[in-house]
């Protein structure tokens, strides 16, 4: 499984828009990305996925570049609801029995 | 989306008891669900893979003697840690996966909060 490297903690202000990249420089053909939000005592809540260029849904983006060593969760106009941890996680679309690895996450706390 | 529930959601038990918690599907059938556990401050740390009708899979360092696994349908799925120690303390998560493809979203519970005294 490819490992991913996220900022472990960032910091914003309530209408701010907030990228959080992650790097997963060993990514492979098959590999798609996927991002978790996770509140404290909570479990994780799928965000977005996305194989390449841009995912739009209706809370986030995602933008993966042509080589795809890298994606951006872009969150347009944070609240003090969304200070969260976000995962980036990166796996095998041919094997759906084999469970998504969590990294260290990026520690999101978003200021009034 | 899909919602996956657990029970209970906190437990607080006295050391050498054993302590049963479930995960279900409500509204899919799942043909494999996981259970992670997490402790203060950091990630998620998968435990063993679970697959209907079959044995679950354990992560390197991971008791299976201990943490009990059993997927007895499509929608259940229970974790037993047995004679339980303050050690085991923890955040116990489980999720489940509708389909057999990557790209089918991996739906996560609300979590166990366990504690030993």
């Known amino acids: 499984l490819a490992k991913t490297t996220q900022p472990i903690s960032m910091d914003s202000y309530e209408g701010q828009e907030v990228n959080i990249t992650c790097s997963h420089n060993?990514?492979?053909?098959?590999?798609?990305i996927t991002w978790y939000q996770q509140f404290p005592s909570q479990g994780p809540r799928f965000i977005i996925q996305?194989?390449?260029t841009k995912v739009t849904n209706e809370v986030a983006s995602l933008f993966i570049p042509a080589d795809r060593k890298s994606s951006t969760l872009s969150l347009p106009r944070v609240s003090l609801s969304d200070t969260a941890v976000y995962y980036c996680?990166?796996?095998?679309?041919?094997?759906?029995?084999?469970?998504?690895?969590f990294g260290s996450g990026t520690r999101l706390q978003v200021q009034p | 989306g899909a919602v996956v529930s657990q029970h209970p959601s906190w437990v607080i038990c006295k050391s050498g008891t054993s302590v049963k918690i479930e995960c279900r599907s409500l509204?899919?059938?799942?043909?494999?669900m996981f259970w992670y556990r997490q402790f203060p401050k950091q990630s998620l740390m998968l435990m063993a893979t679970?697959?209907?009708?079959?044995?679950?899979?354990?992560e390197q360092g991971v008791e299976k003697d201990k943490f009990l696994i059993n997927h007895a349908s499509l929608t259940l799925s229970t974790l037993t840690v047995t004679s339980a120690h303050p050690e085991d303390s923890s955040f116990y998560i489980c999720?489940?996966?509708?389909?057999?493809?990557?790209?089918?979203?991996?739906?996560f519970g609300p979590g166990t909060r366990l504690t030993v005294l």
């Open positions: 999720s489940a996966r509708r389909g057999t493809s990557y790209t089918d979203t991996q739906y």
């Open positions: 996680l990166v796996g095998d679309m041919g094997t759906g029995r084999r469970a998504l690895t």
């Open positions: 996305g194989y390449k």
């Open positions: 509204d899919f059938q799942a043909t494999t």
């Open positions: 679970s697959n209907e009708g079959s044995k679950a899979t354990y």
């Open positions: 060993n990514i492979a053909t098959n590999d798609y």
